[in-house]
T-cell receptor, first 109, second 121 residues
Framework: GQSLEQPSEVTAVEGAIVQINCTYQTSGFYGLSWYQQHDGGAPTFLSY????GLEETGRFSSFLSRSDSYGYLLLQELQMKDSASYFC??????????FGKGTMLLVSP | NAGVTQTPKFRVLKTGQSMTLLCAQD?????MYWYRQDPGMGLRLIHY???????AKGEVPDGYNVSRLKKQNFLLGLESAAPSQTSVYFC????????????????????FGDGTRLSIL
């Protein structure tokens, strides 16, 4: 089976840095992905880690440690538009994904 | 490019009615997926398809059927709607195979439609 744990809510102020953690238990693993979803919108792909280490894409970075079954998404220089839900997802065969329940990020002025 | 298009965007059904949700993608993707999203539950995979004419069950397939008669379309059917199927339904597609940068490992990203909000009374 698959299970992923991530915090339900995180709050931060504009300009700050926030880290959203994700731990997982899985019987098959094809990498850890992160998706962003604004309220009422569609999930959009943010980042992917297939191997251990850090991946950086602009203000967003993602990290994976397969030995610890742990990853995180790091958001820097937070902006109001970053207020959204963030989902970690474990990849399985045929690019299927098992999603966590999501972390709602609230950015305040 | 339209990407992934879902129709309808909203629908209200009565218990026992049937309906079909349509998903169309114009990116020539091999793989397509149907998810449902409920409050506090994240996205859960209902069914998926790895190519025209093929379908497979996901985590929560009961009460749903799917068909992939054409590569660009993936249909989700509810034969006899139940209130427990009230949800937001998302379709997604992705290219087949591993990412071009093979050293980084597997899956391709999924591209999502805007969702169908379905209420069953």
């Amino acid at each position: 089976g698959q299970s992923l744990e991530q915090p339900s809510e995180v709050t931060a102020v504009e300009g700050a840095i926030v880290q959203i953690n994700c731990t997982y238990q899985t019987s098959g693993f094809y990498g850890l992905s992160w998706y962003q979803q604004h309220d009422g919108g569609a999930p959009t792909f943010l980042s992917y880690n297939g191997l251990d280490g850090l991946e950086e894409t602009g203000r967003f970075s993602s990290f994976l440690s397969r030995s610890d079954s742990y990853g995180y998404l790091l958001l820097q220089e937070l902006q109001m538009k970053d207020s959204a839900s963030y989902f970690c997802a474990v990849g399985r065969g045929y690019s299927t994904l098992t999603f966590g329940k999501g972390t709602m990020l609230l950015v305040s002025p | 490019n339209a990407g992934v298009t879902q129709t309808p965007k909203f629908r209200v059904l009565k218990t026992g009615q049937s309906m079909t949700l349509l998903c169309a993608q114009d990116m020539n993707h091999e793989y397509m997926y149907w998810y449902r999203q409920d409050p506090g539950m994240g996205l859960r995979l209902i069914h998926y398809s790895v190519g025209e004419g093929t379908t497979a069950k996901g985590e929560v397939p009961d009460g749903y059927n799917v068909s992939r008669l054409k590569k660009q379309n993936f249909l989700l059917g509810l034969e006899s709607a139940a209130p427990s199927q009230t949800s937001v339904y998302f379709c997604a597609s992705s290219p087949a195979g591993v990412r071009p940068d093979r050293a980084r490992g597997g899956n391709q990203p999924q591209h999502f439609g805007d969702g169908t909000r379905l209420s069953i009374l």
